[in-house]
C-alpha cells in the first residue's frame, strides 16, 4: 500500500542558531507545465503553518521551492550589498506512493543546504 505524499517545509537560519521567522516561500511546479502554486511565510517555528502541497492537492512532478532569505538577512541587518545570496531556488522531484516530502532549508547569508527530511 503506497504512502499519502505532501510537501512540507522549514527554514533554519544557521548564521545565527536559530529558525527563521518572515521568509516567503514560493511553490512552482515546472513539469510537465510551468505555474505558481501559491507561496506561505514562515512562522516564529521556521515552518509554514500548513504544507505546501497537501495530500489532496498532491500531484507527482518537478517542482521550483523559491526561498526569499535575502529578504530576510537584509531585514536583520545582515545582507551584504549586493546580495550574495538573494532567491534560493530548489528543484525537487515529487513522486506518488513515497509519503512526505519534508525539504528544510539550513542558511546563512553566504550559504545554503538541504535536504530531505521527514
Request: charged share 20%; with cysteine.
Amino acid at each position: 500500500m503506497s504512502k499519502p505524499s505532501a510537501l512540507t517545509t522549514h527554514v533554519l537560519d544557521t548564521a545565527s542558531g536559530r529558525p527563521a521567522l518572515g521568509v516567503r516561500v514560493e511553490l512552482w511546479r515546472v513539469a510537465p507545465d510551468r505555474h505558481y502554486i501559491g507561496h506561505a511565510t514562515t512562522n516564529a517555528d521556521g515552518r509554514t503553518d500548513a504544507p505546501l502541497l497537501p495530500p489532496e492537492a498532491f500531484a507527482p512532478g518537478r517542482y521550483e521551492l523559491r526561498f526569499h532569505i535575502g529578504d530576510y538577512f537584509a531585514a536583520l541587518g545582515l545582507a551584504p550589498e549586493p546580495r550574495f545570496l538573494d532567491e534560493v531556488v530548489l528543484s525537487v522531484g515529487l513522486a506518488e506512493g513515497q509519503g512526505h516530502y519534508h525539504v528544510p532549508l539550513l542558511c546563512t547569508p553566504w550559504s545554503y543546504s538541504t535536504y530531505r527530511g521527514s
